[in-house]
């Protein structure tokens, strides 16, 4: 995940993903000057309701709270609680962690060693390989789970293979596919990746079907909307995984969800996720540390759990846009897993806002001055 | 003063209390720094234009620019100093002294015609012609009694600002 500080402005095909930000906001947020009588040299140098918005997003903001990693608060400062803390300390750091790292290679020289054989081997026969190589990356995905002590708990129905309907979910972390996929082979739509996580992607996630999408590039939107619509029609595909909210965050919060998904005319399955923070913070903070970092710090906590729910299908309603029936299933998924709702797009992480939202805010200001204006007339 | 994420120690707190003359608590104070520690991702001791408008909140506001030309360069106690016209503790003068200073660009002391009709471009941006919005501006001034060629000084500010309640507030949230 590229952690630049470059921030560019948003090609302006992003800004028909969001609904009336308006919509969202509390009432007091807006500029609330009501306007009466004749226009004055006050209400013109008057700028305190524009300042006092500046100044509440600087001490304060919903979006940067989102991705904050909140750090677990210390409980070693005792004299009899920080022995027991070392001892943990050692405990992980020594024994678990070593033993997982053994289990993982178990898993991989297992995965790989049936792997490659399958995938040259059974060339001619397609449906028999895939089969094969959708039950090996399940059980691979099982053995990274193992490798955190995952503690799972999976609420509803299992995903069932049928054709036009795709599952959606929020995103704490890259992991967050893996806990899924162990239970279903998904075929998963993601950032290209560099390193080794890239090469994962492009050769075994290629086995259960991957679309790639490029966050810096513009004109890819209406590629992978292309590829999203074939992948969803084909009959023996696996059901596809989504993770609308397009970045990672912290499982408290969900961002707004991309309306993509919503708009394929199929069934969306909504799925939940949420991460219990007592044993391990799953939060991916992919602009503070790499993911084989974090993929290092979840070896070295005692446990991953978290609990997902697989939620009732839904279909779009007659009448209803993608964008709102992208904002319901939200609403679904936020209220199953405990999150708070805010009305930004993900992808501000990495791109500025609009203009279009500040000349919003200059639209209402310079309607009323003129309204004023001619109410004196 | 420590760096990023060091913890501020009650000497820094109290020098930070001293250097805004009171306006926040010192809890807020203790907000204010995690919060600018959030901000100031680099850990460089101040916040870059890049880190402020990485807010989308503050990166739509009309006066996000000329706040940026402000807040330049701020460390944390200045920063906090930027922050006390928007404390509940502030006075009326403060918060007007601190309207005056987001006209008065090239401080100067003055507000002249110009300054005023730059800040009344950012806020209502391409939505009210440039003919339109001297001839509003001109109109007001001489209505109020000042001629188009004169400028602003603080007190003709608090004189026009003064009278009716000014708010001009921005929470601090205690963790």
């Not at chain 1, 178990?106 to 995938?119: A, E, N, R, T």
């Not at chain 2, 701020?74 to 200073?101: C, D, G, M, Q, Y």
Request: aromatic content about 12%; hydrophobic content about 40%.
């Amino acid at each position: 995940m590229s952690t630049t500080g470059k921030l560019k402005s948003s090609s302006s095909e992003l800004d028909f993903d969001r609904p009336n930000i308006e919509d969202y906001l509390p009432s007091g947020s807006t500029i609330q000057q009501e306007p009466h009588g004749k226009l004055c040299l006050r209400d013109l140098l008057n700028i305190s309701p524009t300042l006092s918005e500046a100044a509440g997003a600087i001490v304060d903001d919903s979006f940067t709270r989102c991705f904050k990693s909140n750090p677990p608060e210390p409980w070693n400062w005792n004299v009899y609680l920080f022995p027991l803390w070392c001892f943990g300390v050692l405990v992980r750091y020594l024994i678990l962690f070593p033993a997982r790292v053994l289990v993982l290679t178990i898993g991989w020289m297992i995965f790989l060693s049936s792997f490659i054989p399958v995938h040259f081997l059974l060339k001619g026969h397609d449906k028999l390989r895939r089969k094969i190589e959708r039950s090996l990356v399940e059980m691979m995905c099982s053995f990274f789970v193992a490798s955190w002590t995952g503690v799972v708990k999976y609420h509803g129905p299992r995903p069932s293979i049928r054709p036009k309907q795709v599952f959606v979910a929020n995103h704490t972390s890259m992991i967050d596919f893996i806990i899924l996929e162990q239970m279903t082979a998904f075929a998963v739509i993601m950032q290209k990746h560099p390193g080794w996580v890239g090469l994962l992607q492009s050769t075994i996630l290629e086995s259960v079907g991957c679309i790639w999408f490029n966050r810096s590039e513009a004109k890819d939107r209406e590629i992978v909307a292309k590829k999203l619509r074939e992948h969803v029609l084909g009959t023996d595909n696996n059901p596809l995984l989504i993770f609308p909210e397009g970045t990672c965050v912290n499982n408290h919060y969900t961002v707004m969800f991309k309306k993509g998904s919503f708009e394929l005319g199929c069934t969306v399955c909504p799925v939940a996720i949420k991460y219990n923070k007592i044993f391990v913070d799953a939060f991916w903070n992919s602009r503070k540390q790499s993911f084989s970092k974090h993929l290092l710090r979840l070896m070295t906590s005692w446990a991953v759990v978290c609990d997902v729910w697989y939620l009732e299908p839904q279909n779009q309603k007659p009448g209803e846009t993608a964008i709102e029936f992208a904002e319901r299933v939200r609403d679904i998924i936020s209220v199953r897993a405990g999150l708070k709702k805010v009305p930004w797009d993900g992808y501000l992480k990495y791109s500025h806002p609009s203009p279009k939202l500040k000349q919003g805010k200059q639209q209402n200001f310079a309607d009323s001055v003129l309204r004023r204006l001619e109410e004196e007339k | 003063m420590g760096n990023s994420s060091s913890m501020l120690t009650q000497y820094d707190i109290e020098e930070v209390q001293e250097h805004c003359n009171h306006t926040f608590t010192q809890q807020e104070i203790v907000s204010l720094y995690q919060r600018f520690c959030q901000l100031d991702r680099n850990g460089c001791g101040f916040i870059s234009a890049d880190e402020f408008l990485s807010v989308p909140e503050f990166a739509v506001n009309p006066l996000s620019q000329r706040l940026l030309k402000m807040l330049y360069g701020l460390n944390f106690k200045e920063f906090v100093a930027f922050l006390s016209a928007f404390s509940p503790r502030a006075t009326v003068e403060n918060k007007i002294e601190f309207i005056f200073k987001v006209y008065d660009t090239d401080c100067n002391g003055k507000v002249s015609f110009n300054d005023m009709l730059d800040v009344l471009r950012d806020l209502t941006g391409q939505f009210i012609s440039e003919q339109q919005r001297e001839q509003v501006l001109t109109e007001v001034l001489e209505e109020a009694g000042y001629q188009k060629d004169s400028s602003l000084v603080l007190s003709d500010f608090k004189k026009i600002l003064g009278n009716s309640g000014l708010k001009m507030e921005a929470e601090v949230h205690l963790d």
